[in-house]
T-cell receptor
Framework: KQEVTQIPAALSVPEGENLVLNCSFT??????LQWFRQDPGKGLTSLLL?????REQTSGRLNASLDKSSGRSTLYIAASQPGDSATYLC???????????FGAGTQVVVTP | DVKVTQSSRYLVKRTGEKVFLECVQD?????MFWYRQDPGLGLRLIYF???????EKGDIPEGYSVSREKKERFSLILESASTNQTSMYLC????????????FGDGTRLSIL
């Protein structure tokens, strides 16, 4: 069974620092990996999707890499801002229907 | 813009009641999903549907059923609500293509008293 792990569980950084969030998964047979953001009491917002054939995806200050053979993905957020404070979740898609297996998330606080 | 709408943000029900959670998407997506999210357990899939009237069990279907009579609407039903079903419920949809993300609603925080 696919297991997804996110380390650390929580992270606090001063504004302006770069954020590095890690995600690991046990089964490399994936269709894609997705990164989401969740604000308190809200639903999930899709940030980036990396297909299994890709190595990285970029959107603005966000960059996500994927190393399928080692079962790892990293989300980089450049020049963090207080508005980046949220919980970040990674999820892997392991079947053709698009069902996702989620990590527990990393709670990020960016202090002004 | 993509939109998944859950009918209630907060809901309080009593033990033994039959509870309906509604979800509507406006993107003509084939697939729809119901998850629950609990502290320490993360998001877990309850049921999903890949077409009208078609459904498949997820990881934790016990105590739940679903209905999809129209493509845009996917309902989660708690047949006889219990206190251990107090949780945040999230609905999502996608096209079914692997290069497209899942889109989530804002969630329903359900309390069973």
């Amino acid at each position: 069974k696919q297991e997804v792990t996110q380390i650390p569980a929580a992270l606090s950084v001063p504004e302006g620092e770069n954020l590095v969030l890690n995600c690991s998964f046990t089964d490399s047979a994936i269709y894609n990996l997705q990164w989401f953001r969740q604000d308190p009491g809200k639903g999930l917002t899709s940030l980036l999707l990396i297909q299994s054939s890709q190595r990285e995806q970029t959107s603005g200050r966000l960059n996500a890499s994927l190393d399928k053979s080692s079962g790892r993905s990293t989300l980089y957020i450049a020049a963090s801002q207080p508005g980046d404070s949220a919980t970040y979740l990674c999820a892997v898609n392991t079947d053709s229907w698009g069902k996702l297996q989620f990590g527990a998330g990393t709670q990020v606080v960016v202090t002004p | 813009d993509v939109k998944v709408t859950q009918s209630s943000r907060y809901l309080v029900k009593r033990t033994g009641e039959k509870v309906f959670l509604e979800c509507v998407q406006d993107m003509d997506h084939e697939n729809m999903f119901w998850y629950r999210q609990d502290p320490g357990l993360g998001l877990r899939l309850i049921y999903f549907s890949y077409d009208v009237k078609m459904k498949e069990k997820g990881d934790i279907p016990e105590g739940y059923s679903v209905s999809r009579e129209k493509k845009e609407r996917f309902s989660l039903i708690l047949e006889s609500a219990s206190t251990n079903q107090t949780s945040m419920y999230l609905c999502a949809s996608n096209t079914g293509y692997s290069n497209q993300p899942q889109h989530f609603g804002d969630g329903t925080r359900l309390s069973i008293l």
